[in-house]
């Protein structure tokens, strides 16, 4: 993916970005998956995994993403859309 501190800012801003996020998508959302595109702002909501990566990767192909269960954000981590 990236060096560890470029991965490191990835996840970072994944999680600020999720911060903002979180009012809108709580409680309507709770317990979905958002994937998050750092680089855009742009955020894909699905009830799986695989949900929100297809939504995603129709906008943003073979890019990476952070993605959050939604009401746990401890339940994270970037991937690749695939």
Known sequence: MYEKAEREAFIAKGERLYEKLKSELQPAHDGEIVAIHPKSGDHFLGKTLN?????????HPDEW????????????????TW
């Not at 993403?65 to 690749?80: C, E, H, M, Q, T």
């Open 51 to 59: 949900e929100a990566d297809d939504k995603a990767f129709a906008k």
């Open 65 to 80: 993403l952070y993605f959050v269960r939604i009401g746990s954000p401890g339940a994270s981590l970037p991937l690749k």
